[in-house]
């Protein structure tokens, strides 16, 4: 009898784990543009108490995006024609009140900035805008792609032994020149 109500509250809490999580979504633009392919994403979700707790304790904070394009292919596997590693951080600096923001793309710094304004680093840390993915000379025209993106972040959330720790989306585009 314990084991059963055992192994029910083991099920009840995964379950609440999984519900917490599930508020969290991603929405996702792929742009052709200047002969390019720009994805923009913003996640919905994570402004939780817990990520605010973590960023105003000094802890640096990151989201980490895995992008993928990839080619619809019929009876086989898709094709991947461009991935690329996109991660934000925040480390908040609790002397000076100042927020250290940094962007990498593929373990290259891209940007970064500092800001006193929480609004802004929480917008740094969940929304990319117009991230070049690739050149459209990789496309073929005519044809039916779609991004997919996980987006994860560090440190892990409070979700059960860091499960659900990961949001994955992805939007479909048809490449027209």
């Known amino acids: 009898m314990k084991r059963w109500l055992r192994f029910w509250c083991v099920v009840a809490l995964i379950a609440s784990g999984a519900a917490v999580r599930a508020a969290e979504s991603l ?11 720009l994805v923009s994403v913003e996640v919905t979700g994570l402004d939780t108490e817990e990520v605010r707790e973590t960023i105003s304790s000094g802890l640096r904070t ?3 995006y895995d992008v993928q394009l990839r080619m619809i292919v019929p009876v086989w596997v898709d094709r991947t024609i461009a991935t690329a ?25 891209e ?9 802004a680093a929480r917008q740094w840390l969940t929304a990319l805008t117009r ?31 860091g499960w659900i720790t990961t949001i994955t989306g992805q939007a479909k585009f048809t490449f027209i020149p």
């Open 27 to 37: 929405r996702i633009v792929p742009i052709v543009h200047d002969g390019q392919v």
């Open 62 to 64: 990151t989201f980490t």
């Open 85 to 109: 590693v996109i991660a934000v951080s925040d480390q908040y600096d609790n002397l000076t009140r100042r927020h250290t923001l940094s962007r990498t793309i593929d373990g290259r710094v």
């Open 111 to 119: 940007e970064t900035a500092v800001t006193e304004d929480e609004t």
């Open 131 to 161: 991230v070049p993915l690739c050149n459209t000379s990789k496309l073929d025209p005519n044809r039916d792609y779609y991004v997919r993106i996980s987006a994860r972040e560090r440190p892990r959330g409070v979700s059960l032994f």
